[in-house]
């Protein structure tokens, strides 16, 4: 997503960069190719004409056109004024004064309700809360299985009542339960209508009337552009809305929602959704996305994914066995695993500023299935090969191979990019690495 908005826009300050001295007709030219770069990017046109008002105005000042830097100044004006149009600052959940705090989810059929249900109550345990789902969407009932699954997937506890009673009673005796079972909070999935509806409306509102949810998100899709923000207008003026998540930005929607939500409706964008698994939620920060469009990397977003997934104190121990024994076979499975937690190699790169141009350069889309192939195969080693990879002679790996569907030639690959990796860690250890390795290493 914003591929290439992102391209556009970065191209345009690119060339207001290359040519010092600014006019005001220099900065016109720019904004109206900033604005054809919106517009084509779905963003609603009221949205355009008001940011490029406030760009305009606070670039044709001498203060900016006279500095030495002006091309410089607009990039920082530009990058502000996104930052404002999305938002401004984080907005977080808020929780209610006596636990159990409620979130009510709402949306669309096919928004993806459930899927960010149980994202949500992941990311809650991830701040230390005990949170509880409620399956509250009994008119459909694999969408309860649904969500059953998600929840024992993730050890979550799932409330689920009878799907020939109504939602609402659903609620109360789940609100029960999770008082019962000391839940800090409590996600409740609802139903999703194909259309926005007037009887699905009165329901949720009732519902919301009765269980008095600290949070009420709507779940949107932000592959369907400008719908999406129509639909928010709709639920809000409704049932009166805390707030939105945007899933599927993964997709390759144009961006339009997501730069003009918040603009149109007043409503935070609080979380985003960025893949169809549990982990790929986000909070949503207007000013990494602002640096992300404009071709500034992501930086601060890759560092905490980083943060949560890797352990330190697994870390450190790491870091003395370079200095001794140095790196085995049960390490790298260990680190693959951290990089898939963090997502696909892809989605890495492309939070690395800088690197988000050169993606589709780097990255033939192969490396998941390399990882999936390197983890399959150390999964068939015994622990004892895993140590000591050196005793992997023919047979065993031959053994290997065939344990993890692979050729006996992948088996060799691995062990020698191993050995590879192996000797440039202990050469870096020992502080023998050519300075520009090193640096590259980090270390
Ligand atoms: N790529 C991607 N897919 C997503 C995301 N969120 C949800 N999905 C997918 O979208 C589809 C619909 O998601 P659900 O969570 O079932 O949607 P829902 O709103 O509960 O749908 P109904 O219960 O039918 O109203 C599923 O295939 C999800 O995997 C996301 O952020 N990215
Ligand atoms: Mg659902």
């Not at 989810?105 to 809360?129: E, M, N, P, W």
């Not at 003395?320 to 963090?342: A, H, Y």
């Not at 997502?343 to 033939?364: C, I, N, W, Y």
């Amino acid at each position: 997503m914003f591929e290439t908005l992102s391209q556009k826009l970065s191209a345009v300050l690119r060339s207001l960069g290359s040519k010092g001295k600014l006019s005001e007709k220099d900065v016109d030219e720019a904004l109206r190719q900033i604005r054809l770069a919106l517009l084509e990017a779905d963003v609603n046109f009221r949205v355009v004409k008001s940011f490029l008002a406030g760009v305009r105005e606070r670039s044709l000042t001498a203060e900016v056109l006279e500095s030495l830097t002006p091309a410089q100044q607009i990039i920082k004006i530009v990058n502000g004024e996104l930052v404002n149009l999305l938002g401004g600052e984080p907005s977080h959940l808020k929780g209610a004064r006596q636990p159990p705090s409620i979130a009510m989810l709402v949306g669309l059929q096919g928004s993806g309700k459930t899927t960010t249900a149980a994202k949500l109550a992941l990311y809650l345990r991830h701040l230390g809360q005990r949170p509880a789902l409620v399956a509250a969407d009994v008119r459909r009932p694999a969408a309860v299985e649904q969500l059953v699954t998600l929840g024992k997937h993730l050890d979550i506890p799932v409330y689920n009542g009878d799907v020939n009673t109504a939602p609402l009673a659903i609620c109360r005796q789940g609100l029960r339960w999770a008082r019962e079972t000391a839940a800090t909070w409590v996600v409740i999935d609802t139903q999703g209508r194909l259309h926005v509806d007037e009887t699905m409306m009165k329901e949720l509102a009732q519902l919301k009337g009765e269980i008095r949810p600290s949070e009420t998100l709507l779940v949107v899709d932000a592959m369907t552009g400008q719908d999406a923000v129509n639909i928010a207008e709709e639920f809000h003026a409704d049932i009166g809305l805390t707030g939105l998540v945007l899933t599927k930005m993964d997709g390759d929607a144009r961006g339009g929602a997501a730069l003009s939500i918040k603009f149109v409706t007043g409503l935070p964008v609080k979380f985003i959704g960025t893949g169809e698994k549990a982990n790929a939620l986000e909070v949503f920060h207007p000013d990494r996305l602002a640096s992300r469009i404009l071709g500034m990397g992501d930086v601060l977003t890759l560092v905490e994914k980083a943060e949560e997934a890797f352990d330190e104190r697994r870390v450190r121990e790491l870091e003395k066995k370079l200095e001794t024994s140095g790196l085995d076979l049960e390490d790298l499975l260990w680190q693959i695993r951290q990089v898939k937690k963090m997502g696909t190699p892809s989605q890495l790169v492309e939070m690395l500023p800088g690197f988000s141009k050169f993606a589709p350069a780097v990255l033939d889309g192969g490396e998941e299935t390399d990882m999936r192939r390197t983890e399959a195969i150390i999964l068939s080693m015994t622990q004892e090969e895993r140590r000591s990879p050196t005793i992997i002679n023919g047979s065993r790996r031959r053994r290997i191979a065939q344990g993890s569907g692979t050729m006996t030639r992948d088996v060799n690959q691995l062990l020698n990019q191993f050995y590879q990796i192996q000797k440039l860690t202990k050469m870096a250890v020992k502080g023998r690495l050519p300075k520009d390795l090193m640096r590259v290493l980090g270390r």
